[in-house]
């Protein structure tokens, strides 16, 4: 659309065209006042918007600018020099130049928010009809191969994306199967949010293979077969994989940034100085947690956004930069049911679980403070605590609000005590 001939020079130039580029182009151009903004974006096409994941357009024939993250011509009307269809080659920190594929940006500032790349095991890489959903032409061809309800859907890999996709492709008669290597699906939010998860696929009606890997694709014109590590055919014209993403920090390995599962940077997003990182792509170090971790879902991408677009603005145009203290989030919908959780876990916490008709709460905790919240349903509940854990909460304090919460609602408690399960849960959620 257009790319970048030659050498410019902008006060501010922002890498990747998705959710946390495009809210840093607008915080920097609200700050910048005089300032030029400046996005560069690999696509073609601007990325539909994923949150929420473009469900009812992988069923129905939605129009698609009408999902995408920002109105880029309201970026436009702002001042932000938008250019897609060019891709970041290279960078120079000492210099602050960025190379592209056709030329040179000289910057006062940049920030990077280029994001993952998906990972595809090796048997399903090259092969038609499998599909990431990382663009807007894999949403297409997904679509359009939908129209026909005896396609059969593979979804491979059961985190929240999996689920999500499954939930959607599921009912109405087609064959649709999740399948992972890992023995049971979210693992690392304790056993009730898996057997919870699992029973949610079950009642629409989903095969669920767990603790079971592909280990061949048996290829037979239009269909197609997944041979699983238990010997297991499963039915999969289609496969959409839902795996691990890879920081997209390949083009960035001579810049002498500091690059470890993600561009490492300090509590106010600085990779160094003039060069700060947002989104999936950041590694960040966060002081509510006094640690480096890095988001992975949409609502970091936008805070972690706006907040660097704000940064490289003030470092640039002066004034005080400001740090990011999130509360790692993440929300998905799955047949109707809203599951959502807030909190960053290392592994050791216990848990509480509250479950009624409608509903449950799993609370986790580590040295009598709540570190962790997850929900399904109960959106009033879980919007209170998700705001407390901003600050610390006593594990009582917790406790307490989530029986008074229960005991008032009309909902009737299936047990009558809070349970509390000593088991381990593990890692960074995904
Ligand atoms: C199938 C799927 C389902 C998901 N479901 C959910 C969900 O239910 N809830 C949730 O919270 N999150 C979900 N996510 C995650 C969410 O989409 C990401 O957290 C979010 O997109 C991250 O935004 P980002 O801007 O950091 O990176 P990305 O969206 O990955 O964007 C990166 C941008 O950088 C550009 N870029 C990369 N390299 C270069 C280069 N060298 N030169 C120029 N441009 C470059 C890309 O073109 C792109 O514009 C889902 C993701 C997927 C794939």
């Known amino acids: 659309m257009a790319e970048v001939r030659g050498k410019l020079t902008r006060d501010i130039v922002i890498v990747g065209a998705s959710v946390a580029g495009l809210h840093a182009a607008r915080a920097a151009a609200k700050a910048a006042g005089g300032l ?47 250019r897609l269809d060019a891709r970041a080659v290279g960078l120079d920190p000492g210099r602050r130049e960025l190379q592209l594929e056709g030329g040179t940006v000289s910057y006062g500032a940049l920030v990077l928010a280029c994001g993952c790349d998906p990972v595809v095991p090796a048997l399903l890489t090259g092969r038609p009809k499998v599909i990431t959903l990382r663009r807007r032409k894999d949403l297409l061809s997904l679509r359009a191969a939908l129209a026909d309800i005896s396609v059969s859907v593979a979804v491979v890999g059961a985190g929240f994306g999996g689920g999500e996709v499954t939930s959607t492709l599921a009912g109405g008669g087609r064959t649709v199967s999740l399948i992972d290597v890992s023995p049971q699906p979210l693992g690392q939010f304790g056993s009730f949010v898996a057997e919870s998860y699992l029973a949610l696929h079950e009642e629409a009606g989903v095969a669920q293979y767990f603790g079971d890997g592909v280990v061949e694709v048996l290829e037979a014109g239009r269909s197609r077969l997944l041979r699983l590590s238990s010997g297991t055919l499963v039915p999969a014209d289609l496969i959409v994989v ?151 909460v006593a594990w009582e304090t917790a406790v307490e609000l989530v029986g008074a919460a229960i005991s008032t609602s009309q909902d009737k408690p299936r047990s009558p005590r809070l349970r509390r399960d000593p088991s381990r849960h593990g890692g960074e959620t995904r």
């Open 36 to 82: 030029s903004v400046m996005v560069i974006g690999k696509e073609v096409r601007p990325r539909y918007d994923r949150q929420p994941p473009p469900r009812t357009a992988l069923t129905r024939p939605v129009d698609l600018d009408a999902t995408t993250l920002r109105s880029l011509g309201r970026l436009r009307g702002e001042g932000v020099d938008l």
């Open 242 to 392: 839902d795996g691990g993403r890879r920081p997209a920090t390949g083009w960035l390995a001579s810049s002498g940034l500091t690059l470890r599962d993600g561009i490492v940077c300090d509590a106010e997003l600085r990779a160094r100085e003039g060069v700060f990182a947002a989104g999936d792509v950041a590694r960040w170090f966060n002081p509510r947690y006094g640690t480096h971790m890095r988001g992975k879902h949409w609502a970091n991408a936008s805070e972690q956004g706006r907040l660097a677009g704000l940064n490289a603005a003030r470092s640039v145009g002066g004034g005080i930069t400001e740090i990011c203290a999130a509360v790692p989030y993440v929300r998905s919908d799955q047949h109707g049911v809203r599951i959502q959780f807030a909190g960053f876990l290392s592994g050791d916490e216990w848990t509480l679980t509250q479950r009624t008709t409608d509903g449950s709460i799993v609370l986790y905790g580590r040295e009598d403070e709540l570190v962790g919240v997850l929900a399904f349903e109960h959106r009033a509940l879980f919007v209170r605590l998700r705001a407390m854990l901003a600050g610390a």
